[in-house]
C-alpha cells in the first residue's frame, strides 16, 4: 500500500463510490448509504488522511466481522438471554399445549359419556367435565401457545447462529440464512400479536352473549385463526419477494434491510394488534361493570361480581400490559433512536430492547397459571397422569364463584340459590 501514491489512491475511491451510489438502491440499502456518502464527502476533501478512510470503511455494513466483533460482548450476553429463553419457552409452551389438547380430550369424553353415568362427577368417576371447555377463547389460547412455542424453539435459535455468523463473519452463510429466517420471525410474531388481539376482542364480544348468540365459536374461531396466518404470510410475502430481509448490520442478526417496509412494519402493521387489544380490553371492563350493577339491582349481597370483575380481566389486561411493554420500546427504536443517537448507542440499546422484546414468548403460558385458577386446575388433571398425588377433587365451585347470602324467607332462598346457580354457571362459561 505504501508503493501507492494517497491522491491516486483517493481518486479511485471517490470514483468508485460514486459509482456504488449511482447504482445503489438509495431505499434498500439505506443502512449502508451514510456511511458511504460520508465516505465519498471525506474523500473529497484535500486535508483528509488515508487513516481516516479506512476507519470509515471499517463501519461498512458488508464488513459484518470488523463492525459485529466491536460489540462481542452485547453480541454474547444477547445470545446467552435468548438460549435460556428457548428452553424456558419451547418446554412451557409445549407443556401448556399439552395441557389444553388433555382438556380438549376430556371435553370430547364428557360430551359422548353413556347415559349410565349422566350426572355424576366425583373423583372415582371415569368421565370428568373438563375445566377448559371446548370454546373460542380455549382455542385462541392454544393457538397463542403455538405462536410462542414457535417463536421460542425455531426464532430464537434461528437469531442466535445469525449473531454467531456475524461475528465469525460468514457473511455467505448469513446471506443464505438471512431471507428465510427473517421471514419466519417476522410472519410468527405478527401471528402471535393479531391472536392477543382477537383474546382481547373474543372476551368482549361474548361476555355479554349467552353461550348459544355466540359469535367466537369453535369453528367460527378455526376459521378467525386460519385468517390470522394467511394474514401475517400474506404481508411478509412482498417484503420477501422484494429482497427485502437480509442480514443488518444495526442489530447483527436477520431484518428487515428496506427502510420503506420496515417502517410499514412497525409503524402500520404493529400498532393493529394494539389497538385491538386495547378496545377489547375497554370493553370487557365495560361489561363486567354492567353485570355488577345488574347484581347490586338483584340486592344480591355478594362479592361475586367484585371478583369476576378482578379475575376476567387481569388476564387480558395482564397480556396487554406484557405486550406494551415487550413490543413498543423495540418499535421506537427501530423507528425513531437511529435517526438521532450515534451508532456507540443505538446498537447497544437495540440489543438490550430486543432482550426484553424475546421475554414475552417465555412468559406468557406463566400469565396463565398465575392469574387463572382453572389454568392451575388443568395442570394438576395433566400431571396426574404421571403422580396421581397431583389430582384434585373433582366438583364443585371454586372460590371465584363463592357467595355469601342473607335471605329472610325460604321463597327468597330459593329465587336466590336458582339465580347463583344460573349465573354461575353462566359467567363460568362466558370466562
Same mark, same amino acid.
Given at each position: ?6 491522491? !491516486?489512491?483517493?481518486?479511485?475511491? $471517490? ?176 401471528? !402471535? ?15 355479554? $352473549? ?222
Amino acid at each position: 500500500m505504501n508503493t501507492i501514491d494517497n491522491s !491516486e489512491f483517493l481518486a479511485y475511491t $471517490r470514483r468508485s463510490m460514486e459509482g456504488i451510489l449511482r447504482l445503489s438502491n438509495a431505499v434498500s440499502v439505506s443502512a449502508c448509504v451514510s456511511p458511504l456518502s460520508e465516505l465519498v464527502k471525506q474523500t473529497g476533501e484535500e486535508n483528509n488522511s488515508f487513516e481516516r478512510i479506512v476507519t470509515i470503511m471499517s463501519h461498512d455494513c458488508n464488513d459484518s466481522t470488523g463492525y459485529a466483533t466491536q460489540y462481542e460482548d452485547w453480541i454474547h450476553a444477547t445470545q446467552y438471554w435468548a438460549w435460556t429463553l428457548t428452553a424456558v419457552g419451547g418446554v412451557g409452551n409445549l407443556l401448556t399445549i399439552l395441557v389444553i389438547l388433555h382438556q380438549l380430550y376430556i371435553g370430547c369424553s364428557w360430551k359422548h359419556r353413556p347415559r349410565s353415568s349422566l350426572g355424576r362427577q366425583d373423583s372415582n368417576s371415569r368421565f370428568e367435565k373438563p375445566v377448559l371447555p371446548f370454546e373460542g377463547h380455549t382455542l385462541l389460547l392454544l393457538h397463542l401457545c403455538f405462536c410462542d412455542f414457535l417463536y421460542s424453539a425455531v426464532n430464537l435459535p434461528l437469531t442466535i447462529i445469525a449473531y454467531g455468523h456475524a461475528l465469525h463473519g460468514a457473511r455467505d452463510k448469513l446471506d443464505r440464512l438471512c431471507p428465510v429466517a427473517a421471514f419466519l420471525r417476522y410472519t410468527s410474531a405478527l401471528a !402471535e400479536w393479531l391472536t392477543l388481539g382477537l383474546l382481547a376482542l373474543q372476551r368482549c364480544v361474548d361476555l355479554g $352473549r349467552w353461550r348459544s348468540a355466540r359469535l367466537f365459536r369453535p369453528a367460527a374461531t378455526g376459521f378467525l385463526i386460519g385468517g390470522v396466518w394467511a394474514v401475517s404470510v400474506a404481508l411478509q410475502v412482498v417484503p420477501f419477494a422484494m429482497g427485502g430481509y437480509g442480514y443488518s448490520c444495526e442489530n447483527f442478526k436477520c431484518d428487515i434491510t428496506n427502510g420503506v417496509l420496515k417502517t410499514i412494519f412497525y409503524a402500520i402493521q404493529s400498532p393493529l394488534p394494539c389497538v385491538m387489544m386495547f378496545t377489547g380490553s375497554v370493553g370487557l371492563l365495560y361489561q363486567l361493570w354492567t353485570y355488577t350493577k345488574e347484581m347490586e339491582n338483584m340486592k344480591m349481597i355478594s362479592n361475586l361480581p367484585r371478583k369476576r370483575l378482578v379475575k376476567s380481566s387481569l388476564l387480558v389486561l395482564s397480556l396487554l400490559l406484557l405486550f406494551l411493554v415487550c413490543v413498543v420500546p423495540i418499535c421506537i427504536h427501530n423507528l425513531i433512536l437511529k435517526d438521532v443517537v450515534s451508532p456507540e448507542v443505538h446498537i447497544p440499546a437495540g440489543l438490550l430492547l430486543y432482550k426484553v422484546y424475546y421475554l414475552q414468548y417465555a412468559i406468557n403460558f406463566i400469565l396463565y397459571n398465575i392469574m387463572s385458577a382453572n389454568f392451575r386446575r388443568a395442570y394438576r388433571r395433566f400431571f396426574s397422569l404421571f403422580f396421581p398425588s397431583c389430582r384434585s377433587p373433582v366438583g364443585g365451585l371454586s372460590s371465584i364463584y363463592s357467595v355469601t347470602l342473607s335471605p329472610h324467607s325460604d321463597s327468597q332462598r330459593k329465587t336466590q340459590a336458582v339465580c347463583i346457580q344460573r349465573d354461575s354457571g353462566s359467567m363460568s362459561k362466558r370466562f
